[in-house]
């Protein structure tokens, strides 16, 4: 389904992704780890078509189709969702406006009718509530002055009405208490379908107890350098990961 | 003021010939008076500091016929074009042709409202302000009285010409008796390239009065010059905002003069520019008084190869203690070939007070452009979002809602027509 051939990517004449190949199958949970500097970020921000990176080579494939070729916006409506590590904020634009805009650019590339409001509430009333999401926190500007939890719970809760073909977890984890970390993973695990795929990225092994991935990769230096099962995240938290670091060196 | 003595311009030399018209029609020496601290100035250049960015000389080659006073043709070719023309505030509407007040295409004022034929003093050292107390066909005052508080805006309607080439020169004044309250809406509508307009606007407030005024200048005249003198009595207060989305030349100037303790005056503005127009605003804010306070907030945006102007000076006199002023002004800058000139001034004279100023340009910002893109959304749409949130924040500071809402529609529809541009 997600297929990234050989990419090559960097920013500023430095690096970061170096011959990378991964393929995310329907239905899979894949996770990244990899230590800091791995080139994770950079990941997942190719793949959302994030401006300043420069491509060298490769190719990523959604359906078949390369990615590489589109621009952020037609990314989304091919189904691909990011999940930022850290949510823009964005002052003047209530939550709800945006939640709307997104909703019915989605729905008008697909050719359907935008929701009539009562349609819109209900649908992030009724996703708000699985995520703890309180009501007055979608009247706010958008991430502006939401703590680090409610822009991860935000997140998924755009990721929910949205329903991509590809999530993309970029640590979605990090600076999550353990009740949110909780409510998030089953906001993401209520979204598991065998017709959809997501990428699951971070640094800690504790998320994959709550989102149980199918396939674990580690990344050191720009690379995939090992792949195995969920066993593969707890080895990793014994050891860390030194062994792999010096391996893609 | 710095006086050039230049050989007249084209332009220069038609606004005296005008001017000597107008004397041997209807001689006045406040008049003469007014005419000679023009001329003595000109039509102000890069030289002229108040006008450093908006050189006015060069830019206006020739002075467009002066506007007659309206005919009965005239009003009713104007109340034809009033019929079922909706309303951008509700309450009583002010007409003005030509600059002249029309009675019978006004509403009724309310009760301890008056307007009568009374000429507003102008203040201010300014060639522009002179030269409309030189040339007013007639000047208006509208009078709220003591303690009379208006639970509707009034709107003042400029209403433009069909005439291909002309001038217009206005001049109200707005008198609130102590203890007053009102609010007050300038449109300015229905002018063409054709036209150049130069209004003034002479607000007087009481003891403790409190006036709200918004100003709209969203046709498209050659050239606007809005002259705005506000001189707040103790404890009055002023609010004021203006939205510029039409226009070639616009040069909106604000004079506003805390003569009274603690009084408070809390002036804003966006103006949306494109194409080749250029909008400027200025500001003089001068503490008179004790404990007075003022906020500037001001915004911009700024595409293709327009060009902006923000001026803001705010004055402490010695007298004025415990001043408390601020004043931001921030401009987008859309294309590589839009220019924002920005120019924050305070000049304290006395040691106890509190003031600032800050001015920032800048582009939109890419990471939140990346975001709503992230989501689906059109970059198109998601700039227009963005610069609706720039613009709409600025417009939701007036505190009548029901003001913020056309004003917010006409911010939507300039962005409408932005998206529409190739």
């Given amino acids: 389904m997600l297929e990234i051939k050989s990419l090559s990517v960097s920013i500023e004449d430095k690096q970061i992704l170096d011959n990378l190949s991964l393929t995310v199958n329907a239905g899979e949970v894949a996770a990244i780890m990899g230590p800091n500097g791995s080139g994770k970020s950079t990941l997942a921000y190719v793949l959302a078509g994030k401006p300043a990176y420069e491509v060298r080579a490769g190719e990523i494939l959604l359906d078949g ?21 850290y949510p823009t904020e964005i002052p003047g634009v209530a939550a709800m406006t945006f939640l709307k805009a997104a909703l019915n650019a989605q729905r008008r590339a697909r050719g359907e009718n935008d929701l009539t409001t009562p ?58 208490d353990i009740d949110a970390l909780r409510i998030v993973a089953e906001g993401v695990n209520a979204l598991r379908d065998p017709k959809r795929a997501f990428l699951v990225i971070t640094h800690y092994q504790r998320l994959l107890d709550y989102i149980r991935p199918d396939v674990v990769h580690v990344m050191a230096r720009g690379r995939i350098v090992a792949t195995g099962g ?15 670091a010096e391996e893609a060196a | 003021m710095t006086v050039h003595v230049v050989n007249p311009s084209a ?51 020739e002075a467009a016929p002066i506007l007659a006073s309206p005919t009965p043709a005239d009003i009713q070719v104007a109340r034809r ?22 009675a019978e295409l006004s509403d009724p004022l309310p009760a301890g409202v008056s307007i009568t034929e009374r000429v507003a003093e102008i203040t201010v050292d300014d060639p522009l302000a002179a030269l409309n107390e030189a040339l007013s066909a007639s000047a208006w005052t509208i009078s709220v009285a003591r303690g009379a508080k208006l639970a509707e805006p009034i709107t003042l309607l400029h209403l433009g010409d069909g005439a291909s080439s002309y001038s217009v020169y206005s001049r109200i004044g707005i008198a609130l008796d102590a203890g007053a309250q009102a609010s007050f809406v300038e449109i300015f509508e229905g002018a063409h390239r054709g036209a150049q307009r130069n209004t003034a606007t002479i607000l007087r407030l009481g003891d403790g009065a409190r006036a709200m005024h918004v100003a709209v200048v969203d046709d498209d005249p050659g050239l606007h010059v809005e002259t705005q003198i506000c001189e707040l009595a ?106 924002m000139n920005e120019k924050p001034e305070l000049e304290i004279f006395a040691d106890d007070v509190v003031c600032g100023h800050g001015a920032t340009v800048a582009s ?59």
């Avoid at chain 1, 590489?68 to 189904?79: D, F, Q, S």
């Avoid at chain 2, 008076?33 to 000109?42: E, S, Y």
């Avoid at chain 2, 007036?398 to 932005?418: G, H, N, Q, T, Y």
Wanted: with cysteine; charged share 30%.
């Fill in chain 2, 234 to 339: 103790r404890s009055a207060e002023f609010t004021a905002f203006g939205l510029v989305s039409g226009g070639e030349l616009t040069r909106r100037q604000i004079f506003v003069r805390i003569a009274g303790v603690e009084a408070k005056a809390s002036l804003g503005g966006l103006a949306l520019i494109d194409g080749v127009r250029r909008a400027d605003t200025t500001l003089q804010v001068v503490h008179a008084a004790p404990g007075g306070k003022s906020r500037e907030f001001y915004r911009a945006i700024v595409d293709d190869d327009a060009v902006g102007v923000f001026q803001g000076k705010i004055i402490v006199e010695q007298a004025a203690q415990k001043t408390d002023g601020a004043m931001k002004s921030q401009a987008i800058l859309l294309s590589p070939r839009a220019q």
């Fill in chain 1, 230 to 244: 969920p066993e593969l995240a707890l080895e990793l938290e014994r050891n860390g990961y030194r062994d792999y």
């Fill in chain 2, 81 to 102: 074009r009033l019929t079922g023309r909706e309303r951008f505030a509700r309450g009583p509407q002010v007409v003005l042709l030509g600059g002249c007040f029309i």
């Fill in chain 1, 119 to 176: 349609d819109f509430m209900r649908r992030v009333r009724e996703a708000a509530q699985a995520l703890k999401i309180d009501q007055e926190m979608l009247r706010r500007p958008l991430n502006v002055g939401f703590s680090g939890g409610e822009k991860k719970r935000f997140e998924v809760l755009q990721m929910a009405l949205l329903a991509p073909r590809v999530g993309v977890l970029d640590e979605t984890d990090s600076g999550l």
């Fill in chain 1, 65 to 85: 189709e390369n990615l590489l070729e589109l621009k952020p916006t037609e990314r989304a409506l091919r189904g691909l969702f990011l999940a930022f590590q």
């Fill in chain 2, 364 to 422: 939109l910002d890419p990471e939140q452009v990346f975001y709503l893109q992230s989501r689906g959304i059109a970059n198109s749409d998601a700039k227009a979002m963005l610069l609706e949130a720039f613009g709409g924040e600025c417009i939701d500071r007036i505190e009548d809602k029901s003001l913020v809402d056309p004003l917010r529609a006409r911010l939507a529809a300039w962005l409408e027509a932005r998206k529409a541009k190739p």
């Fill in chain 2, 11 to 61: 332009a220069e030399r038609t606004l005296a010939r005008q001017f000597a018209e107008r004397e041997r029609r209807e001689p006045s020496a406040a008049r003469a008076a007014a005419f000679t601290r023009f001329a003595a100035v000109g039509l102000p250049t890069r030289r002229v500091e108040a006008w450093h960015y908006t050189d006015l000389r060069a830019s206006m080659a």
